[in-house]
């Protein structure tokens, strides 16, 4: 019978060391493993394309060149016209965004606290979230007239049934043991919901809003085409309507950009920063 | 006068199909400063047994006291430590996650809170990631975390359920010896919920054998803190344990 022996092994000599560890990458490499950098090489090509076929087709009235479309867009935002207009967007987006939110919270609530509620959310997601807001505008004239009100109600149901149903599946999914967790220390009702369902579901939470977010928008504008003048001061939408109707396609355009810079501001800055330093700081989401 | 008594507890639970007795008529009682430890094969209730005694399910048969009062619902005088990794607040620090229970449940100021979390934090050796976020932490980290949170909340009961099960076999050794280690300074009373004899015999200084399908009590080992590793003596009650608990099951087959 032998005895089991351990031979040490030298430490390798670091000198020695032929392969590389660690190498640097360079600064072209760095500045290409950035999102952001690709990004706008891509939107500068799309730039010099806009402005290329606008040149060569050399009609503003069908296809305005970039640096036309840019010229008007400074000027209107120079005068006032862009900002005031995306103000009055933007503030019966808020009015209709909160409200909506503020009711997919009481329908979430209500769902996970009574197994009837969850029946109701979800027969009542399933019928409406599928009809898209802007068809209810025509009924919403009748009920509201021109106005805010039309408005407010037809961005409520465009926001409402994602936020709702994002935010119900969420809290559907989580977990058993942090569930135990939180009323083990007597948390119960809307405590209970405040300080696990919601930070616990605040993935899912926020893929609703950003959702609710771009429906919202998108029915604002195409809203206001339909109608956009209420106590004489329309939104981007009627802008872009006013325009056409002028044959200033140029401001037309100017008014699309505006519509998408907002889109991507608010898309990429704000909600991409409540993702950094919420569900990637956690480790929930990648 | 025991700390927690649980006489003659029938639990059962309803699936889709079918109400299952998970235990019958179960009595035992822990003192303080009792390791009482809950030992048993997959199906013998154990686990089911602590989710009782934390408040999450009512006996159908039987009561269940701590202290004097009856058990209803659960409560921060009784602190679970689970075996999943995810028990910690993901979107909480180490020191928010420890110091949660003390602001909610036992309501000190902000102050206290977290002087007393940083103490236990260092009980268990974890102030260098004080700061850091639980998805950064290794398993047996996040388990010493979930620990000190339970601790920190100096409850009447800790009710560990198998909280080393899904750690590796190395980690799961130091786990055990810091849980004594610990246990020597502040001697809090724990209900220990496992499946393997052998950490059941590390842990313990009483074992309750249940036997599966449903659960009922078959013996209690006491003194178990008197047998030593180096005479063998732990070995062989290892093995006597063994054979009790798979003394049917050779017939049965």
Redesign the interface.
């Known amino acids: 019978m032998g005895e089991a022996r351990i031979l040490l092994r030298d430490a390798p000599v670091a000198a020695s060391g032929a392969d590389e560890v660690e190498r640097k990458l360079s600064v072209a490499e760095l500045l290409w493993n950035d999102g952001f950098v690709r990004k706008t090489v891509i939107i500068l090509f799309l730039a010099a394309v806009w402005e290329a076929y606008g040149v060569t087709l050399d009609n503003p009235l069908l296809f305005p060149t970039l640096h036309d479309t840019i010229a008007t867009l400074y000027d209107r935002v120079k005068d006032g016209t862009i900002p005031m207009r995306a103000w009055t967007s933007l503030k019966v987006l808020f009015m209709g965004y909160s409200a909506g939110i503020v009711l997919a919270a009481i329908f979430t609530i209500l769902a996970i606290s009574t197994r009837i509620g969850t029946d109701f959310l979800e027969t009542v997601t399933a019928m409406f979230n599928p009809l898209p807001a802007i068809a209810l505008l025509p009924l919403a004239l009748i009920w509201f007239g021109l106005g805010n009100g039309s408005l407010v109600f037809v961005l409520i149901h465009s926001v409402l049934w994602p936020v709702a149903l994002n935010t119900h599946s969420g809290f559907k999914s989580v ?1 058993n ?2 569930r ?2 939180g ?5 119960r009702g809307l ?1 209970y919901v405040a ?2 369902l919601i ?2 579901a ?1 993935g899912s939470i926020l893929a609703g809003l950003k959702i609710g977010w771009a429906f919202a928008w998108r029915t604002l504008i195409a809203a206001e085409l339909v109608f956009g003048v209420s106590s004489g001061q329309g939104g981007l939408g009627w802008f872009i309507f006013e325009n056409r109707n002028l044959l200033d396609i140029p401001a037309v355009f100017a008014g699309l950009l505006t519509v998408i810079i907002i889109g991507l501001f608010v898309e990429n800055l704000i909600f991409r920063a409540i993702e950094r330093n ?1 569900v990637q ?4 989401q990648s | 006068m025991a700390l927690l008594d649980v006489s003659g507890v029938t639990l059962r639970y309803k699936t889709s199909s079918a109400v299952v007795t998970a235990t019958e008529r179960v009595s035992f009682t822990v003192d303080k400063s009792d390791r009482f430890v809950l030992l048993g094969p997959s199906g013998c209730g154990k686990s089911t047994l602590l989710k009782a005694v934390g408040g999450y399910m009512s006996p159908s048969e039987g009561r269940m006291t701590i202290g004097d009062r009856e058990i209803h619902g659960p409560g921060a005088d009784r602190m679970m430590i689970f075996q999943e990794f995810d028990q910690l607040l993901p979107w909480k620090s180490v020191l928010a996650n420890v110091m949660f229970p003390l602001l909610t449940a036992r309501k000190l100021s902000r102050k206290d809170a977290e002087a007393k979390a940083r103490a236990y934090i260092e009980k268990v050796g974890l102030t260098r990631v004080v700061d850091a976020y639980p998805h950064t932490l290794s398993g047996g980290m996040k388990q010493r975390v979930a620990i000190a949170r339970g601790m920190a909340m100096e409850p009447d009961i800790l009710l560990m359920d198998e909280p080393f099960a899904a750690l590796d076999a190395l980690t799961r050794r130091t786990c055990q010896d810091e849980l004594l280690q610990l246990w020597s300074e502040t001697k809090f009373t724990v209900l220990f919920v496992t499946h393997s004899i052998a950490e059941a015999i590390r842990i313990g200084n009483r074992i309750l054998l249940l036997s599966p399908h449903p659960g009922r009590v078959k013996a209690e080992v006491v003194d178990v803190d008197k047998v030593s590793n180096e005479d063998g003596g732990a070995g062989r009650l290892e093995k006597e344990i063994h054979d009790l608990l798979f003394a049917g099951e050779a017939t049965a087959h």
């Open positions: 977990s043991t942090l135990m967790v009323r083990n220390y007597g948390l405590p300080k696990i930070p616990a605040f919420t700081k956690w480790g929930t």
